[in-house]
Every structure is written in structure tokens, then in C-alpha cells.
């Protein structure tokens, strides 16, 4: 009897649950998100995918080794601002370091024009409101020395007024706590005392790295969504435990790599962003998998278009791009990530006449699960990018999920005239205006992140996934000049993120601050290591298989005169004068991939700040499997409809459509063309070949 890794993924518009057994065999569920009570669609999903299995949703349940969840209920939280009510305990003299920022690191990330136009910069919202910043009597030199004793009685009259005046959540960060922590911990205590119910957030904790101000931001995030993140997973947990699952739940990361439950609910933090990362981490896998020698060579753009957002990601030598630290808005923090840009262009951003530019526009806003696109028929009214792909015929309203949901194409109509009304535009016209801009939206959404970090996006693969990915991707890869697209895994494209949940790997990550100038000393690297790697062996669950465990080493490094810093992989092993060679050439070269050649100042020296060492292992023995055959033939169409291509004109032109589930390896189709998957479709433009791997993939050439 098989045994099962289940990956869940919840997004803003749909769930997903992709079970996986040990022989490569893969089913997708998916149901509809149930905000604000996300659980119920988590435990919909897994029935969704035992359907698909033929047994029953306790029988997978119990089949089912591990559960493996990308949580996005503080990403929610925070898009939402259904956050806790914080109070900020602060070393006495630092209140308004969250509040004056950090100069021009807030404008990181934006666009030129607009850091260019001072006139328009503005500070965002702050995380938490000056009467709930409280200094604190305390002070820790920055050599860890205690200057000033922590007040115990003073601190506990104020946790007790805070809790009282209805605080939820504690975010603890004093100053130079990386140095020495015990008067956080003290804090910690103290609130655990006075006020047992609440979210407690420990700076040093948190981010064990030198910068007051980015380890605050931390602090605070990670307060902000504590209770209602902590609050989903205890709820879920029990559910799960209610249904008789007795193996492990472990929950994603923005790392990419998976945390058991009560490390979540204690770093809530790690868990933002970590749906699209899932993509990324299942992207990266299928181009190990199906290419082993061309993997490391080949790049790799992902476009992952849900219902919500496009998110964006880059696969280097088969390894996912990561950044060393994370931005929620304006504000940045230490928390690094695989590096995946979001923006609001998805199945269910709104299309609407903009009053203020007199045009159309497509998002940011979102109809979300509930109660959708107008098409859906839950009560939405506002036009989405769903209804301008049913009204443009890349949707097949009896098709919809396999025929789960039938759309509206009448209300999709009236929607999609409303919205274009002011323009004059019929609904047919308002359709072919909102899928052009959308997809312009996500060429500049891949645009920003492949060539803003190097790369050349007319030298790169393009990976289409997400319930969309398939309708848009192929016309965005053509605005780019990519010339090759792989939507992977045909119906599977449609919970790829889940797919990559289930194929995480376990994760510990331990950093510690390094302040060390070069000349590096080999003898002080040797010594960190040592201690960081032995932390971390301590830190290792007893479930997971030690002697399997794969250490990985990581350096934030500098010049010495310059701020960009960076975070490189560092060799293994014992250091002498060739590693810290190999150490400084890898982050010059890295440096000059993202900054471009002579930007560097290696005459300034080189400044090494943080050292880190994660901790991966296999949570299970799954693989992906290829397809015995393949014998080349052009796939018959199952019939035609008319559909509208919108760089062609808005006259109706019959398209051949093939009903995805006929496909086989070695199949060929024709542009213009539509593939009709269970959980997806696939729009071929005009020129555009697809073939089926033997991985069943569908891969598109320009």
C-alpha cells in the first residue's frame, strides 16, 4: 500500500493539495479558499485530492507520512491589516528608531522614476503607533557589557498597563541584544508572568544579526501576525488530529525549506511570502529532474499566475535566487529569502475604469475567493481578468476545474461592459484591453527582476504555472523574446506551489554576527564555523535522519566602504589562505553580476558581517517519474470555438481545441490552439509550437 507526502498551499483565491507517493505518482485537489477560517479549505483540499485518488479523505489521511503546508495567513494578515495590537519594549533613548528608518534603504527597491521625484517620497504607515513604544531602563555596551541594570519592577508595572490596555502581542528589541540577550530574556519572562496570554517577540530571537534597525522590523512583524498565525496553526493542528492524522505537519518557509508547527508558531515571520517560494522550490527540482546535465547551465524564469498576484521568480545553475533580506513595503528586514517578485496581475485582479488617469485598469486589487470574479457566480459584480479570458474564449465555461464550477458568461459579459461603459468600449473590447494590459503587467514584472539582477530574459527558459499560467504566459514570453516555455506536469501546473511545498526539504538555519575586515583570518573563520555548525547539529529535530543531514555554509559580506551587502555560499571544510581567495573572488563576482563590471572597490577591502549555516534534509523519498513511449505525432483537435486574440484584432476567429488529458509524450500542437486541461488551460498563440515531453510536460517554442 502506497504511503503519501501531501503539500498544501493556500492562496487568496483557490487551495491546493498535491499528494505525492513514493513511485512519482501525483494527485491535485483543489477547492476554493475559505477566508477568514483558512483551515477549512486546507482540510477540503486533501478530500478534493483523495477524490482524485479514488479512496476516501480518511484513507488518505491515514496513508499520509507527512503534511507539508506553504501557510499564507500572516501574508494575509499583514495585506488585510488583521494584525495584533503590538506594544514595542525599546532599550530608554532609542523610541523613534522605527520611526526615522534608515535613510534612503527605505526607497530599496523601488522604482527610478519614482525615487528620482523627491517632492512624492513619503514615509508608510508605521507597524506600531508611538503610545505603544515603551523605553525601557536598560543598556548593553556593544562588546555585551551591561552598562545600565535592567529595571525588573519599573518593566513590569508597564507590561501590566499594556496588557490591561488590551495588548496582544510583545515585540522585544534592545539594543545590542545580538551582543548579549539577557535583558530581552528577562523582558520575555516578565511578559510571560504579567501577561501569559499574549505573543511574545524576542529580537535576539528573531534576527541574531548586528543592525537595530532591520532586527526591529523583524521583531515587530513577527508580533504583528503571531497571534493569528499561532491561533490558525493551533486550530489546524487539532483539526488534523480530530480526522485521526497521526504523522508530522511542517509548514514552509520563505527560505525554502520546511519548520515543524511549533517553530512556526513561534517565528510566524519565516512563513510570509512562502506560497510563491513554494513555486520556485518545485521549478527548480523539475529542471534538476529533467535535464540533470543541462540543469546547472540552463537559467530559468517562473511566472506563477494565481488568482491573486503573478509572482516572479529566477532559477541560476538549477539553484533558486535568494536576497538576504526581506521588505514588507517600505520596510526592510533580516530575514533572507528565495527571491520572488509579486504583483497584483492575477485570475482575479479587478478591471476598472481609473477616474484619476481616465483609462482601464487591471489590479492591484483582487476579487479574492469570496466572492470572486463575476463569472463565478458567488455574488462578485467587478470584472476580472477571469472574465476577460471566458469572454475572450480561452475558457471553457462547462470546463471550468473539470467541470466543478460552471461559469457565468452572461455575468462575466455585463461585468466586462460596466467596467469599459466610460470608455466606450463593448464588453468584447474591455476583454482584449484587460488581458493586453495584464499581460504587459507581467513581461515588466519579469523584466524588473531578470534584468535588474543580470540576466538577459531572451537567454532564459520560462516556466508557466499557477491556474493561469497557461493562459498568459505564452504571449508574455513572446513580449520578452523568450523562446522556449514549459508549463510542467500538465494538470499539475495548477498547484505547482503545492507540488513544491511536498518537495521542500526539512530546514534548520543558525546565523550569528561576524564583524571581521579582511585580511580574514583563517583561525577566526575556523572557530565560527565550528561553534555555528555545532549550534545547529543541536538544534536538529531527533526525527529527522541525522547521518542524511547536508550542512551548507553562507557569509554576508561587503566592501568595506560600500553598503550593498551580499550573501554568498562559503566553501566547506577547514579554511586556509585558498578558501578565503575563493570566499572574496565569489563575492566579487557576484557583485559584478548584479551591479555590473567595475562597480566594486576591492582597494577598500572586503567586510565579512554575518555568518550562517542551514541544516537540509529529505522529509521524504519521493521523485518525479517519466512517461515510458513518446513516439512523435500531431495531437487531432477535439473540436473548435471561437476565440479572440487580441493582437489579431477583436473579430472571432475559430481555434482548434484539444482536450489536454488525449495528450501523450511525443505530442504536437499547432498556434493558434487551446489545450484543455482539468485544472488548467494552455492558450497557444499564432507560430507557437507545444510539444509533450516524456516528463509530460508541455513545452512551447516560439
Not at 72 to 97: C, F, I, M, P, Q
Not at 140 to 168: F, N, Q, Y
Not at 187 to 200: C, D, K, S, T
Not at 275 to 285: H, K, S
Request: proline content about 6%; some cysteine; glycine content about 12%.
Amino acid at each position: 500500500m502506497s504511503t503519501y507526502t501531501i503539500g498544501i498551499d493556500i492562496g487568496g483565491t483557490f487551495t491546493d493539495c498535491v499528494a505525492v507517493d513514493g513511485d512519482g505518482g501525483i494527485a491535485i485537489g483543489k477547492v476554493a479558499s475559505t477566508p477568514p477560517d483558512f483551515h477549512h479549505g486546507f482540510i477540503a483540499s486533501i478530500g478534493a485530492a483523495a477524490a482524485r485518488l479514488g479512496v476516501t479523505h480518511a484513507e488518505l489521511l491515514s496513508r499520509a507520512q507527512d503534511i507539508l503546508h506553504g501557510c499564507t495567513v500572516g501574508t494575509n494578515a499583514l495585506v488585510e491589516k488583521r494584525t495584533a495590537k503590538v506594544a514595542l519594549l525599546t532599550t530608554a533613548g532609542h523610541r523613534d528608531s522605527i520611526y526615522t528608518m534608515q535613510a534612503g534603504h527605505r526607497l530599496v527597491g523601488s522604482d527610478p522614476r519614482d525615487i528620482a521625484h523627491l517632492a512624492a517620497h513619503m514615509k508608510p504607515e508605521p507597524l506600531v503607533p508611538k503610545s505603544l513604544v515603551v523605553e525601557i531602563d536598560e543598556r548593553i555596551a556593544s562588546d555585551g557589557k551591561v552598562v545600565v541594570e535592567l529595571d525588573e519592577d519599573r518593566a513590569r508595572e508597564t507590561v501590566r498597563r499594556l496588557a490591561a490596555d488590551g495588548v496582544e502581542a510583545f515585540a522585544i528589541a534592545l539594543l545590542w541584544s545580538t551582543a548579549n540577550n539577557v535583558h530581552e530574556r528577562a523582558l520575555a519572562r516578565i511578559v510571560a508572568e504579567e501577561a501569559p496570554a499574549a505573543f511574545v517577540s524576542v529580537g535576539s530571537e528573531v534576527v541574531a544579526r548586528v543592525g537595530e534597525y532591520q532586527r526591529t522590523v523583524a521583531t515587530l512583524i513577527n508580533a504583528l501576525i503571531g497571534p493569528v498565525t499561532s491561533g490558525y496553526l493551533a486550530r489546524l493542528e487539532g483539526e488534523l488530529r480530530a480526522l485521526d492524522f497521526t504523522g508530522a505537519l511542517s509548514i514552509m518557509t520563505c527560505t525554502g525549506g520546511l519548520i515543524d508547527i511549533a517553530h512556526a508558531r513561534r517565528m510566524p515571520l519565516l512563513t510570509i511570502g512562502s506560497g510563491p517560494v513554494a513555486g520556485l522550490i518545485g521549478a527548480g527540482r523539475l529542471a534538476r529532474a529533467v535535464a540533470p546535465g543541462e540543469g546547472a547551465a540552463v537559467n530559468v524564469l517562473t511566472g506563477d499566475v494565481g488568482g491573486t498576484t503573478f509572482d516572479v521568480g529566477v532559477i541560476r545553475r538549477g539553484e533558486p535566487v535568494t536576497r538576504s533580506t526581506t521588505r514588507y513595503g517600505q520596510y526592510e528586514y533580516f530575514v533572507p529569502t528565495l527571491d520572488v517578485r509579486s504583483v497584483g496581475a492575477g485570475g482575479g485582479s479587478i478591471v476598472a475604469y481609473d477616474q484619476d488617469t481616465r483609462s482601464l485598469r487591471v489590479g492591484p486589487r483582487s476579487a479574492g475567493a469570496v466572492p470572486g470574479p463575476a463569472a463565478y457566480g458567488r455574488g462578485g459584480t467587478q470584472a476580472t481578468v477571469t472574465d476577460a479570458d471566458l469572454v475572450l474564449g480561452h475558457l471553457n465555461p462547462d470546463f471550468f476545474l473539470g467541470g466543478a464550477l460552471e461559469l457565468d458568461a452572461g455575468a462575466a459579459l455585463e461585468a466586462l461592459e460596466r467596467a469599459g461603459r466610460p470608455l466606450g468600449f463593448t464588453a468584447l473590447e474591455t476583454a482584449a484591453a484587460a488581458a493586453r494590459i495584464v499581460d504587459d503587467q507581467m513581461a515588466d514584472a519579469i523584466r524588473l527582476s531578470s534584468i535588474h539582477q543580470g540576466y538577459d530574459p531572451r537567454a532564459c527558459v520560462m516556466y508557466a504555472y499557477g491556474g493561469a499560467g497557461g493562459v498568459h504566459c505564452p504571449m508574455v514570453a513572446r513580449k520578452l523574446g523568450i523562446r522556449t516555455v514549459v508549463m510542467p506536469l500538465g494538470d499539475l501546473a495548477a498547484g505547482w506551489s503545492a507540488f513544491g511545498v511536498a518537495s521542500a526539504d526539512a530546514m534548520i538555519v543558525q546565523d550569528v554576527p561576524l564583524l571581521t575586515p579582511s585580511p580574514f583570518d583563517p583561525e577566526v573563520l575556523n572557530t565560527a564555523w565550528k561553534h555555528l555548525e555545532d549550534k545547529v547539529r543541536s538544534a536538529l529535530p531527533e526525527s529527522l535522519p541525522h547521518d542524511e543531514v547536508v550542512l551548507e555554509r553562507f557569509v554576508e559580506m561587503r566592501y568595506r566602504l560600500q553598503v550593498n551587502e551580499l550573501r554568498i555560499p562559503a566553501p566547506p571544510g577547514v579554511y586556509g589562505e585558498g578558501e578565503i581567495h575563493e570566499l572574496v573572488a565569489a563575492f566579487e563576482r557576484e557583485y559584478e553580476l548584479l551591479y555590473g563590471p567595475g562597480s566594486g572597490y576591492p582597494q577598500a577591502g572586503f567586510m565579512i558581517t554575518a555568518i550562517r549555516v542551514s541544516a537540509r534534509a529529505r522529509v521524504s523519498a519521493d521523485r518525479l517519474a517519466a512517461v515510458e513511449g513518446g513516439e512523435p505525432y500531431d495531437a487531432e483537435p477535439a473540436g473548435t470555438r471561437d476565440v479572440v486574440w487580441y493582437e489579431l484584432g477583436t473579430a472571432p476567429r475559430p481555434t482548434p481545441v484539444h482536450d489536454g488529458g488525449l495528450l501523450r509524450p511525443g505530442a504536437r500542437v499547432s498556434g493558434p490552439a487551446i489545450v484543455e486541461f482539468v485544472d488548467t488551460t494552455l492558450a497557444l498563440r499564432p507560430g507557437q509550437l507545444a510539444t509533450v515531453d516524456p516528463w509530460g510536460n508541455i513545452v512551447i517554442a516560439a
